[in-house]
């Protein structure tokens, strides 16, 4: 039997599930994993960390392992729209001062994700610095919609 047959492939479930449990989604939370990823079977446990509120990388400790960056979407409910009322309602923050964030560079096709710590509070479409965590620098960036910071490149 050809070596590629005999390769056993990791449960997506099980990458999702380890997702949905690094950033304790609530009921109805979805993992997005590419239709027919293929990533060898893990003999250890999975690990997981949240990269950012919807983000978590998922890791395979074996050697020589691998690791995926898997986002998250939470269910959005559909009840009725409260009255409206005189006073403006708070604006959430998305990402406040600590959070772990996942910072994306573009050159050109090239893309270039890295993990860091948000130094401040910001929505959508803010700017915020962000220390990189394996250089300790700090950087700009615009926070998307999925909680990924882009890297303002000046």
Not at 98 to 120: H, N, Q, Y
Not at 127 to 132: L, T
């Amino acid at each position: 039997m050809p070596l590629a047959a005999q390769q056993a492939w990791q449960d997506p479930a099980a990458i999702q599930q380890a997702a949905l449990d690094a950033l304790q989604a609530g009921p109805g939370a979805q993992a997005q994993l590419a239709p027919g990823i293929r990533l060898s079977a893990c003999r250890q446990p999975l690990t997981a960390t949240a990269k950012s509120p919807t983000m978590a990388e998922v890791r395979c400790p074996d050697t020589p392992g691998w690791r995926l960056f898997v986002p998250v979407r939470a269910k959005l409910e559909t009840a009725a729209a409260p009255p409206a009322t005189a006073v403006a309602a708070p604006v959430t923050v998305i990402v406040r001062r600590g959070d772990p964030v996942v910072l994306r560079a573009r050159i050109g096709s090239t893309e270039v994700k890295m993990g860091g710590r948000a130094l401040g509070q910001a929505l959508p479409g803010n700017v915020v610095n962000v220390e990189n965590d394996s250089s300790h620098r700090i950087i700009r960036g615009r926070l998307n919609d999925d909680g990924t910071v882009e890297v303002i490149l000046a």
